[in-house]
């Protein structure tokens, strides 16, 4: 078995973000859990399937990965605010959520420029 390999604090924070989300999604309001969590996980694992690719491959490849990966991330800050509207989440963890999130767009940004 390889050993793991060391993860940028993009990926380690997307990671973190995934970690923490999805426990959180499990917990939504039945009525939600089949609607507005799955399209959360969802955003969330297209997020880090576009950061791959982008790690992946060079050039115009990896600046239109990004820019999906940035997309993304900011269907998931929508998704992630109307949770709360709706309740699904506390202010706790609606507040808890953002910050991962705004962390991993300024790191998204910075690899961007």
């Given amino acids: 078995m390889n050993p793991p390999r060391q993860e940028t604090p993009l990926f380690a924070k997307l990671h973190d973000l995934l970690l923490w989300l999805t426990p959180c999604i499990e917990k939504f309001p039945r009525s939600q859990r089949f ?5 959360i996980l969802d955003t969330a694992f ?7 690719r982008a790690r ?9 990965a990004l820019l999906h990966a940035d997309i993304e991330l900011e269907k998931l800050r929508m998704q992630w605010r109307l949770a709360h509207e709706l309740r699904c989440v506390s202010t706790g ?3 808890h959520g953002g910050r991962l ?10 690899w961007r420029k």
């Fill in 56 to 64: 992946k491959v060079n050039g115009a490849a990896k600046a239109e």
């Fill in 35 to 39: 609607l507005l969590a799955e399209r």
């Fill in 46 to 52: 297209a997020c880090q399937e576009n950061l791959i």
């Fill in 93 to 95: 963890q609606y507040e």
């Fill in 101 to 110: 999130i705004d962390e991993i767009g300024r790191l998204l940004g910075a």
